[in-house]
């Protein structure tokens, strides 16, 4: 349900305007125009996110009660394998009916415009290391197959990367051996 054309998440309050204790219920689905989210996880453009909006009506403002559902897609960053992330968040915000410093938020025109809320809660209730599966083993670094049990840990491979500090360790074990000379103080 849409209640002022020109904006998504934006509420007409006029009911409730004013007119201390007094309470609606308004529920959204909106979709998407573009993505939200920049990390690995985000909503995409054209996916819904619904809001339940519980508005009251203060002597000061319109104390704003939300809780939002929406799915965001992700890839495990352990396996790559994609992954669809339930996201379930809320809020509560006072919109004052005069702008002041101290709130940052206002009834404009007797609507409230709750998009930059909706959208801050959602990206920030998303994962910065999404799991496909908390156990997920990722992937093999030998076949870049996805494990599907532990590798078996073999102690003779090693790195060639490393073989140059494997020559310095044991080569010079007499040297490990001897005290450190001490320097003297005056």
């Known amino acids: ?11 007409s309050v006029f009911d409730v305007s004013h007119r201390i ?10 979709t998407l125009p573009e993505r939200w989210g920049e990390g690995v996880a985000y909503v995409d453009a054209g996916q819904t996110v619904s ?3 519980s508005l009251e009506g203060l002597h000061d403002g319109i104390l704003v009660s939300a809780e939002i559902d929406a799915t965001a897609v992700a890839e495990c960053v352990r396996c ?18 005069s702008p002041t410093e101290e709130l ?3 009834v404009q025109d007797n609507h409230v415009n ?9 990206v920030l209730s998303l994962p910065f290391q999404p799991l496909c599966d908390e156990d997920c083993l990722g992937l093999d670094p030998a076949t870049g197959e996805k494990l599907t049990e532990p590798r078996a840990q073999d102690g003779s491979t090693i790195d060639p990367r490393w073989a140059a500090l ?3 360790a044991s ?16």
């Open 171 to 186: 080569t010079d074990t007499t040297t490990a051996s001897k005290p450190a000379a001490k320097k003297r103080t005056k």
């Open 80 to 97: 790559l394998e994609p992954v669809d992330i339930p996201v379930q968040v809320e809020f509560q915000e006072l919109f004052a009916y």
């Open 21 to 30: 204790g007094e309470e609606r219920s308004v529920r959204l689905d909106e």
């Open 114 to 122: 709750c998009e930059q809320l909706v959208r801050d809660a959602v």
């Open 166 to 168: 494997e020559a310095l």
């Open 1 to 11: 349900m849409k209640n002022h054309p020109t904006a998504p998440f934006t509420v």
């Open 51 to 53: 809001v339940d909006l």
């Open 104 to 106: 940052e938020f206002s």
